[in-house]
């Protein structure tokens, strides 16, 4: 692996915990338990360390008493809730949009995510999120995040609920059956007007909600999948995957950011979502937790919620 320079660098590390929450993946809809024990596990693992964390709420765990009773019972005023938003069935009925999934959980970009969708289905289907939301914690999310979303919901949701802070997939090509290639590498930016993947050129074109780019992907071998044979997998920070497992690589990767140059600061995101499960999760979420901590205790980064 490479080696750095030990000069110190001026720049911060911010790191979000930051765990997405849906009630299945399934495409019935049906309530898994593994899946609601895999956030009380991340829930325990996280306040062993005492860090804050940041629980985005797909829609169907938000309407779901089981894990709204949790995350209420179990957060504290240094923790956030924010919104997870991916379309289901219910959420599209509940808006009057026409839901075009198949199954009431259709993962499909084109069914299951708001680029799917006409504008003002879009706006219909957020207006329900947020005041189911407020309805629930009594006030409205600050963050919201997606593997995919667009920039007229997310203009939308900055102006009529104030909405400050966004989060998008990391670059891949193909995973989840969608591409994202050639944009921002890591950390936040400012998105154009016009378009959500790409950071505004200009002030007056700029969307002043800034978006962070998930996953923590390798900075090399994140983007050279494909052009060599003999790599193959995920590389991310994911604590589901071998290498986000790896406790030689997660101290490497954060000291890409701690050591290295930055453009005003070093970011990662961790976390996972619930439905991975805790037992193919675990051991990469220990690795990295244990291993922030101590980076912490040595002002090398700050662990923030994500708003």
């Known amino acids: 692996m490479i080696k750095f320079d030990k000069k110190k660098k001026n720049n ?46 797909k829609h169907d765990a938000l309407m779901d008493e089981r894990f709204v009773n949790l995350i209420k ?31 009431p959980i259709d993962d499909h970009v084109h069914r299951g995510y708001s680029l799917g969708y006409s504008p003002e289905d879009r706006f219909k289907m957020a207006d329900v999120y947020m005041d189911d939301f407020k309805c629930i914690f009594g006030y409205y999310p600050k963050t919201v995040g997606s593997w995919v979303i667009d920039i007229r919901t997310l203009t939308y949701l900055k102006e009529k609920y104030g909405v400050i802070g966004g989060a998008i997939c990391r670059d891949q090509i193909g995973t989840d059956g969608f591409t994202l290639w050639g944009g921002y590498f890591n950390q936040a930016y400012y998105p154009s007007k ?14 002043d909600l800034p978006l962070f780019r998930l996953l923590g992907p390798d900075p090399i ?87």
């Open 221 to 307: 071998y994140n983007f050279e999948e494909g052009l060599r044979e003999e790599l193959k997998g995920v590389h991310t920070l994911e604590p589901a995957w071998i290498i986000g497992q790896n406790k030689e690589w997660v101290h490497w990767f954060f000291e890409c950011l701690n050591e290295e140059e930055t453009l005003g600061f070093s970011y990662a995101q961790v976390g996972q979502e619930n439905t991975f499960l805790w037992n193919t999760m675990y051991k990469g979420y220990e690795v990295q937790i244990e291993h922030i901590f101590n980076l912490e205790k040595e002002k090398k980064l700050r662990v923030e919620t994500f708003s």
């Open 12 to 57: 911060i590390t911010i790191v979000n915990i930051y765990n997405f929450i849906r009630k299945t993946v399934y495409p019935s809809g049906e309530f898994v338990e593994d899946d609601f024990q895999t956030v009380v596990r991340e829930i325990e693992l996280i306040k062993q360390y005492g860090f804050p964390a940041t629980y985005a709420l």
């Open 73 to 103: 019972e179990s957060i504290d005023e240094y923790d956030e809730v924010g919104a997870w938003f991916e379309i289901t069935e219910e959420l599209a009925k509940k808006a009057g949009v026409k839901w075009k999934g198949e199954t």
């Open 194 to 207: 016009l378009n959500e993947y790409i950071p505004a050129q200009r002030e007056e074109m700029q969307l």
